[in-house]
């Protein structure tokens, strides 16, 4: 079984900037693509940025050239720095990650608890 922690939210004024993290706890054989969702009010989940193992990124139009996703294997945690935040970018963020279970190498998807993210104007 696989843990995600996220940390890092809170409430900041348009312009500003937070860092949120993700940590992942349990036992794995490893951990592949690590991803950063939100979801607003009324809205669908949807993906904000992932990264590989190897360190390839996709992001969002929305938040190309605002936010940066990046990892740290040897800590097992994601993080995701979101610069230039906006009112439109309030929502709960969910961290995503696919492991290779240590039983059978299955890979599963877990998701964290959330972690709110509010941009007042």
């Known amino acids: 079984q696989v843990q995600l922690v996220e940390s890092g939210g809170g409430l900041v004024q348009a312009g500003g900037s937070l860092r949120l993290s993700c940590a992942a706890s349990g036992n794995w054989f490893s951990i592949n693509t690590m991803g950063w969702y939100r979801q607003a009010p009324g809205m669908q989940r949807e993906l904000v940025a992932s990264i590989t193992r190897g360190g390839s990124t996709n992001y969002a139009d929305s938040v190309k050239g605002r936010f940066t996703i990046s990892r740290d294997n040897a800590k097992n945690t994601a993080y995701l720095q979101m610069n230039s935040l906006k009112p439109e970018d309030t929502a709960v963020y969910y961290c995503?990650?696919?492991?290779?279970?240590?039983?059978?190498?299955?890979?599963?998807?877990?998701w964290g608890q959330g972690t709110q993210v509010t941009v007042s104007s």
């Open positions: 995503n990650a696919w492991v290779v279970e240590t039983t059978a190498r299955l890979t599963n998807n877990y």
